[in-house]
């Protein structure tokens, strides 16, 4: 049986709580489940929901007049069939999303855990067969029924069987049978292999709105009330139930697991009943439901309810074992302390002090007590009620003031025989008698006080009521204070003080702190819970092992060390309290009212659901996701499928940084310009300890793969080689210039010393020829003075003989052509073939001529040349005279130069 129906069995049966006994102190109707709202504005669709089914990974879906709407426990979206007809109806099946509407109807298929490509059925149909409007699907071993108002269609193999059994309401599948009521016959039993039998006696004479199987027979649901089909005959399901629903017009019915119905109406909500009829609660508009029409209910895979209504859509938590008391147009504001006493229940809130009236079954303002309760202490001589406006006494709904001082705080009893009690108040303390209407304020402290507890004999612990402690000690007869030691250090901020057992706990947002011996001590964990800021702990009943961890957004309950299931309820954060009301039950005080939570036994195992993490525009289906370096902007989309509270997230990506992200409600996380390499994303959710990874590589660039790498190796090897072979090609080159160079400096150096050599020889033939050609000229010149002194001598009979021989000896040494050839032997070898190459240029010279250029181009002057051509300086001057004629040359041209240059 689900936790929350043994609190509410509980709740009615047990005297001293919300029974019919004259202890009754909640009425049923007043404490429902939690329930969450989601209005178009949050699904972005239309207002109206047809109904609703759910995947088994715990998505939900929802037949909306505006498509399918998917919600996976963080973002809904959109989903249309062709022509964007209303959706009437959704169920999943296999790994199919089955929908229909008007005048359509077929399935989605799933693509990477979203709704994939749509495969409408119905055109597979006649084109008669394809108006109809499909309002419900059932499922029968593998065999998918979709149901008109008129048709049944047989979905199987891949192929649709159409039948026509009359006018049909919302048939139900059990088991192997689908249950289809028909108007004015009644309802038939059909099976997938064809067989139809109409149940007997089954017509109960008023449209059937709903058939569901609920412990022994069948229930049969008309507009006004539900009746049980067996044996042939209806009998009342139960008489209460239908005059609760008597008018209320049911519209959908549904056989919770718990073994409870669920009623939806279209005037007065939903009506939840126990397993034999009793109803266990209402709601309604004004009582946590958005609107009174209900159009559809569903039971998810948690156990809780979901409601399908014409404005919105509800979740009915009924999975937690927590009731929320729901005073519809009467709220008694935010609770402060709550205590049963004397069968009767007390809540202080910030209106008032309230109590439950057993006859109007509802809470009264006592008399005398509006405003601020901040403390309820039963005693013998009543309740002790801390109020803003002072102290009261509060037997049944009478109050009566015991002391004047404004805000009583904190009472703490001096002696349990005693009617004195010591009192922190917004003035410091005071000492109260509850017989005497007293007050005594103790002097030498003048500080708002909010918390009190005795430390040690004549010793108490005082918190001010914003900031800061003080250790004060008291005299024996406890009226007066002897001395107050101011506590600075921590600086305590809104501190609370609980007591677990011997141990005084201050605690603040800022941390926990263990007083013993004067003196603050942090503590870093609690009976094993690691502690940080923001959390505060509380004591469970007394005598028990039960304590519970307060956080911002939930309550995890314990038992000594081991953790229960948490809760997401938020406790007043100014100071959170809850009080025990007997052995099993607590009472949570809220922003608005309370709520009752009962402890488990045995404790349910915590929801373990996996959170579904999905890296965007990835079609991997493996743990390894592989990515082109052109893929390294991701984004990664994830969501915990929990859809009963509010989830945080935080994520990091390892192989880009270590560190968590700060927790965020928003399910998607994008990084751009990745490098490549391997990475890790994973992702942990604030509930159940949620969490996934996902592991992928980014692949480098095309330019920095290993095959680019061993082309660029082999091109660096290539390019090694090529300046390998360009600088051995160098070095040949340069060697062979070298050798070149030195070949030629050889040459130029056996040339120069060959031209050395020949300059040498030149110069000692021109030497010699020089010589030679002095000899000649001497000689000649030495003949010529002695022909010529020898033609001086006069003679009569003429010269002598010998005179005469001598003369022609002398003319024919001066006509000597050996002297001449030996002169041109000596000259061709200075002036190599200079005369030949004259008389080549000039054939008409003659060898007197030529004689004559080879004196001038040895640079000799007239008066030289005279004796070797044994004539006169006027004889040379002619013979120049006429060379020039002979060699074409201009008067202004220089005979010598010319000769000297050719």
């Not at 961890?549 to 939930?554: F, I, L, M, T």
């Not at 991701?634 to 499928?641: D, G, K, M, S």
């Not at 030529?850 to 040895?858: K, S």
């Given at each position: 049986m689900n936790v929350w129906t043994i609190l509410l069995v509980w709740i009615s049966l047990c005297s001293p709580l919300l029974g019919q006994q004259p202890g009754e102190t909640v009425p049923v109707s007043m404490l429902t489940p939690r329930v969450r709202s989601f209005q178009g504005e949050a699904y972005g669709a239309e207002n109206q929901n047809w109904d609703i089914t759910q995947s088994p990974e715990g998505v939900l879906f929802v037949a909306n007049s505006g498509g399918v709407l998917r919600y996976d426990g963080l973002n809904w979206s959109v989903h249309q069939l062709p022509a964007r007809p209303t959706v009437r109806t959704v169920r999943w099946h296999g790994s199919r999303l089955y929908v229909?509407?008007?005048?359509?109807?077929?399935?989605?298929?799933?693509?990477?855990?979203?709704?994939?490509?749509?495969?409408?059925?119905?055109?597979?149909?006649?084109?008669?067969?394809?108006?109809?409007?499909?309002?419900?699907?059932?499922?029968?071993?593998?065999?998918?029924?979709?149901?008109?108002?008129?048709?049944?269609?047989?979905?199987?193999?891949?192929?649709?069987?159409?039948?026509?059994?009359?006018?049909?309401?919302?048939?139900?599948?059990?088991?192997?049978?689908?249950?289809?009521?028909?108007?004015?016959?009644?309802?038939?039993?059909?099976?997938?292999?064809?067989?139809?039998?109409?149940?007997?006696g089954s017509d109960p004479g008023d449209p059937v709105v709903g058939v569901v199987e609920a412990g022994e027979g069948m229930l049969v649901a008309t507009r006004d009330g539900i009746h049980r089909y067996r044996d042939g005959e209806y009998e009342a399901w139960s008489d209460s139930a239908n005059r609760i629903l008597t008018g209320q017009q049911i519209n959908r019915v549904l056989a919770l697991r718990s073994g409870g119905v669920a009623v939806g109406t279209i005037m007065g909500g939903v009506y939840v009943f126990g397993a034999g009829g009793e109803l266990e609660y209402q709601l309604s508009y004004g009582n946590g439901l958005s609107n009174n029409t209900v159009l559809s209910l569903f039971e998810d895979r948690d156990g809780n309810l979901?409601?399908?209504?014409?404005?919105?859509?509800?979740?009915?938590?009924?999975?937690?074992?927590?009731?929320?008391?729901?005073?519809?147009?009467?709220?008694?504001?935010?609770?402060?302390?709550?205590?049963?006493?004397?069968?009767?229940?007390?809540?202080?809130?910030?209106?008032?002090?309230f109590r439950y009236e057993t006859d109007r079954r509802t809470f009264a303002l006592v008399p005398g007590t509006a405003g601020q309760v901040w403390e309820l202490q039963p005693t013998p001589s009543g309740l002790l009620c801390g109020h803003n406006d002072g102290t009261f006494l509060i037997n049944g709904d009478e109050a009566r003031r015991v002391s004047g001082r404004s805000g009583g705080w904190r009472s703490m009893v001096i002696d349990p025989d005693s009617t004195m009690f010591l009192q922190a108040n917004y003035a410091g303390l005071s000492r109260i008698d509850l017989l005497e209407p007293a007050e005594e304020r103790l002097e030498g402290l003048l500080a708002p006080l909010r918390y009190l507890e005795c430390t040690g004999e004549h010793e108490v612990l005082a918190l001010h009521g914003s900031r800061g402690a003080y250790a004060i000690e008291l005299a024996e007869d406890l009226r007066s204070i002897v001395a107050v030691d101011t506590l600075t250090e921590p600086d305590l901020v809104r501190p609370i003080l609980t007591r677990f057992g011997d141990s005084l706990l201050v605690q603040t947002d800022e941390g926990i702190y263990h007083y013993r011996h004067g003196a603050?001590?942090?503590?870093?964990?609690?009976?094993?819970?690691?502690?940080?800021?923001?959390?505060?702990?509380?004591?469970?009943?007394?005598?028990?092992?039960e304590w519970f961890?307060?956080?911002?957004?939930?309550v995890i309950p314990y038992r000594g060390r081991e953790r229960q299931t948490a809760f997401p309820v938020s406790l007043r954060r100014s100071f959170p309290y809850l009080t025990a009301l007997d052995d099993s039950t607590y009472l949570f005080s809220l922003e608005e009212a309370f709520a009752l939570y009962r402890t488990e036994t045995p404790p349910s195992p915590e929801k373990s659901p996996a959170i579904m993490l999905k890296l965007a525009g990835s079609e991997s289906k493996d743990d390894e996701t592989i990515l082109?370096?052109?893929?390294?902007?991701?984004?990664?989309?994830?969501?915990?499928?929990?859809?009963?509270?509010?989830?945080?997230?935080?994520?990091?990506?390892?192989?880009?940084?270590?560190?968590?992200?700060?927790?965020?409600?928003?399910?998607?996380?994008?990084?751009?310009?990745?490098?490549?390499?391997?990475?890790?994303f994973e992702v942990k959710a604030d509930w159940f300890g949620s969490g996934a990874r996902l592991s992928f590589t980014i692949r480098p660039p095309w330019y920095r793969t290993a095959v680019a790498y061993v082309v660029y190796l082999l091109l660096l090897a290539g390019l090694v080689w090529f300046f390998y072979q360009q600088h051995r090609h160098r070095l040949e080159l340069q060697a062979r210039r070298l050798e070149a160079i030195r070949s030629r400096q050889l040459q130029r150096q056996r040339i120069e010393a060959r031209n050395e050599q020949l300059e040498a020889e030149n110069k000692r033939k021109s030497r010699e020829l020089a010589n030679t050609t002095l000899t000649l000229a001497k000689k000649n010149e030495m003949l010529l003075d002695l022909k010529e002194e020898l033609s001086k001598t006069p003679s009569a009979s003429g010269p002598p003989k010998n005179q005469q021989k001598l003369l022609l000896l002398i003319d024919r040494n001066l006509n000597n052509e050996e002297d001449w050839a030996i002169f041109e032997s000596h000259f061709n070898e200075v002036h190599?073939?200079?005369?030949?190459?004259?008389?080549?240029?000039?054939?008409?010279?003659?060898?007197?001529?030529?004689?004559?250029?080879?004196?001038?181009?040895?640079?000799?002057?007239?008066?030289?040349?005279?004796?070797?051509?044994?004539?006169?300086?006027?004889?040379?001057?002619?013979?120049?005279?006429?060379?020039?004629?002979?060699?074409?040359?201009?008067?202004?041209?220089?005979?010598?130069?010319?000769?000297?240059?050719?």
């Open positions: 229909g509407g008007y005048g359509e109807f077929g399935y989605f298929r799933m693509h990477d855990g979203q709704l994939g490509s749509y495969v409408s059925l119905s055109n597979t149909l006649p084109q008669p067969e394809q108006g109809e409007e499909i309002w419900h699907i059932e499922v029968i071993n593998d065999v998918v029924v979709f149901q008109s108002f008129t048709r049944l269609y047989w979905y199987e193999g891949g192929e649709v069987r159409v039948e026509a059994p009359g006018d049909l309401m919302f048939a139900h599948a059990a088991h192997d049978k689908l249950w289809v009521p028909v108007t004015g016959e009644g309802i038939y039993r059909y099976t997938p292999a064809g067989g139809k039998m109409l149940l007997p979901w409601a399908g209504l014409d404005r919105g859509l509800n979740l009915i938590v009924r999975s937690e074992p927590l009731l929320f008391y729901r005073s519809g147009g009467r709220p008694i504001g935010a609770t402060y302390a709550a205590f049963r006493y004397r069968g009767q229940l007390y809540v202080g809130t910030n209106q008032g002090l603050f001590d942090t503590l870093g964990s609690f009976r094993g819970v690691r502690l940080t800021p923001g959390l505060y702990l509380l004591p469970g009943r007394e005598g028990s092992q961890v307060v956080q911002r957004d939930r082109s370096y052109g893929e390294n902007d991701v984004r990664f989309t994830y969501a915990l499928p929990v859809l009963d509270r509010e989830v945080r997230y935080r994520s990091r990506l390892l192989g880009f940084s270590d560190a968590w992200s700060e927790w965020s409600p928003l399910g998607e996380r994008s990084y751009t310009n990745l490098e490549e390499g391997d990475y890790r190599e073939a200079y005369l030949k190459r004259l008389r080549q240029t000039h054939p008409e010279l003659t060898s007197g001529d030529l004689r004559l250029a080879a004196y001038l181009r040895m640079d000799l002057s007239s008066k030289e040349i005279a004796p070797l051509l044994h004539i006169s300086v006027r004889g040379v001057e002619n013979k120049r005279y006429r060379l020039r004629k002979k060699l074409d040359l201009e008067s202004n041209d220089n005979l010598n130069q010319y000769l000297q240059e050719f």
